[in-house]
């Protein structure tokens, strides 16, 4: 496994924009073909934290020490600008690698031809390492064939779940205190004439609110934009974005996020496009933004997150929790069919299938479509939902 690691030129970014993407998109214009063939495959150390696998780790093989990252320091007015919401607290076991969240990283995997431009940006999903991102970039770079431009990703779940519950327990209160002054004046006076009633009917609401805030889809789209996104991660690959669109006029772009990462990439286009939008206007944005090419794999986001001209290929597994809840495979979310509820729980709620779309134990359909995307980056959106895999 070999480490090339090379300075990279960024360029600057205007002010975050608000995450508003729900309108419907747009046909973009098709882009410029681009090819390259898949390297010999490599073997990949398996992803383990704390004994256990755990969400947004790629299973893989055994591999030879990587040699010792250096660290690009991107440019522009948003580096640094904000905190990652989800980052790990000192206790998390990922607490030792937050110092390198949204550095950026060129890998390439051997046999892979460190030559071939533009490089595909890659970014990992939520509790993994640097190792593990590491080893999901070389994963890429193998089946690409081509050298990978890494953002790396230090999230923690539960801290992500924590900046949720506590936005949607903010929400669900505020709901129950509006709830109570609505009542009738009769009905407030009896119930005011105790606190501890009081206190009791807006807690009882708070608690059914939340219950009910579990199955909105609204959840999810406030933690994919607000929990999920990683600011730093984003304004990293957002300057990388940038920086292709520029320096490689007549190739496509193109962008893996796996997992959280599909949040984080949707977060960096939106940034490409209002700098664009900006500095060029809309039609020339849309006609840059037409040449980059998404792939999500697992995402916690699907096409209506990403701007319209944006060309993005969702991949998941039937079953695979994350896309279910966030992403492209929405709609098989809560389903009323038992025997489907009964596969899901049997498949461990959709996170084993959240974990086998590359490596050793991947499936080889998904390194077969990804492939055929490097050579065939067609224009428009495509939902790829796939059997679940279970070799």
Known sequence: MTNRIQPQATRSLARAIPSTTNSPRATPAPPASGASAPANAVRLSELQMAGTLRKGQ????????????TRLFPTGPLTGARANPAAPPRVSPLAADSRLNGAAFRVTSPGADPNAAPPVIVVNGIATPFSGATSLAQEVSRVTGRPVEMVYNNSDPAAAAGVT???????????????????????????????????????????????????????????????????PAAQTQANMILAQLESYPNSPVRVVGYSQGAAISAEALRLVERHLTQQRGQAAANQMLARVHVMTLGGAANANDFPAAVNVTSIAHQTDIVSQYFGANREAFGRGNVGDFVNFVREGFGVRQHLNYLGANGNPDVARRMQDWMRNPAPGDRNMILPDFRG
């Not at 790629?58 to 010792?68: D, F, G, K, N, V």
Request: net charge positive; proline share 10%.
């Open 165 to 231: 519950l506590a936005h949607q327990a903010r929400q669900a209160r505020a709901r129950a205190e509006a709830d109570y002054n609505s009542l009738p004046l009769p009905a407030r006076l009896a119930i005011g004439l105790n606190p501890v009633n009081r206190e009791a009917f807006i807690l009882g609401r708070t608690t059914r609110y939340l219950a009910e805030a579990t199955v909105n889809p609204s959840t999810a789209d406030w933690t994919k934009r607000n929990a999920l996104q990683n600011p």
């Open 58 to 69: 790629i299973l893989a093989a055994a591999a030879p020490p990587a040699a010792a990252p």
